[in-house]
């Protein structure tokens, strides 16, 4: 199928931004390889000032269809070309359009032949956000097997088997992965152990990862519960009546500390990021 890519230019005019975009077809990734380049010496307005233009980083986000994934879209579309990564093209639609920057990158991340075709495509990347994720909460008498293997399978296999085959992309940038990890990424509580068994391994992966690659910067996101649709299923599964969204956090609290972290200059390496719902 063929798709649109925008590749989008920052251009710097005294102290205000214009942005200067060009269109491609067929692959979502020729604008990172065609993308022709534009040199203005000068715009006129009252005064004469000179401009400088840079390429737009590229910024590929999993499970970005909705919830906390579309907010990380929102908090990085003004100062990224992004790749909005999830399983059904249609329901990546309606953000890809909304954000001027933003493609759909259809893959189920579970196929790992599929994932390895649609990383070819990525000669260089500048942020990796592992966003996508499962959860199924139970006792270990009551988890099946087939619950740990999913779990397993979204939560880490899928982060795993992604992230190395983009390293190749992610070493020419010297890019950024981001890890939406969780609390029970850091503590276990009855009725979460294939939940917290995932990311407690999602944890040791960016660990070895930031180990291994000092070319890249490696961040973990320890967000406590969040208002989401999958907080809702949670929340119902674990017998309770009401549903307050007060009570987590929000997704767009989230999605900056995500931007804050990416955003950090370069001189340092944000390692772990841990947030909580305030008490109320």
């Known amino acids: 199928m063929a798709l649109r890519a925008t590749r989008t230019t920052l251009a710097w005019v005294g102290r205000n931004r214009i942005k200067v975009g060009f269109r491609f077809s067929n692959n979502p990734l020729d604008a990172l390889r065609s993308c022709r380049h534009v040199e203005v010496a000068h715009i006129q307005r009252d005064d004469s000032a000179a401009t400088s233009l840079a390429p737009m980083p590229v910024a590929l986000i999993t499970g970005a269809s909705r919830g906390l994934g579309a907010a990380i879209a929102q908090e990085l579309e003004s100062t990224h070309s992004l790749l909005l990564g999830g399983r059904d093209a249609e329901a990546l639609t309606p953000l890809a359009d909304h954000l001027p920057n933003a493609q759909p990158w259809t893959v189920d991340l579970t196929d790992h032949d599929a994932v390895e075709r649609a990383a070819r495509q990525i000669e260089e990347l500048d942020v990796l956000v592992h966003n996508a994720g499962f959860a199924r909460i139970g006792s270990i008498e009551d988890t099946s097997l087939d619950t740990w293997r999913t779990t397993m399978e979204v939560n880490l296999f899928a982060v795993v088997h992604l992230t190395r085959v983009l390293l190749p992309a992610l ?49 973990s996101i320890h967000p406590g519960r969040i208002d989401t649709d999958m907080q809702r299923a949670i929340i119902s599964a674990e017998g309770k009546d009401e549903y307050n969204p007060d009570d987590f956090l929000k997704t767009s609290t989230v999605a900056l500390a995500v931007g804050n972290a990416i955003r950090t200059p370069r001189d340092a390496h944000p390692t772990e990021v841990m947030l909580r719902p305030a008490t109320r």
């Open 171 to 219: 070493r020419r940038a010297g890019g950024h992965v981001v890890l939406i990890n969780s609390g029970a990424g850091l503590r276990v509580n009855p009725g979460w152990s294939a939940y917290a068994a995932s990311k407690f391994a999602l944890r040791a992966f960016s660990d070895a990862l930031r180990a291994e690659e000092p070319s890249l910067r490696v961040t």
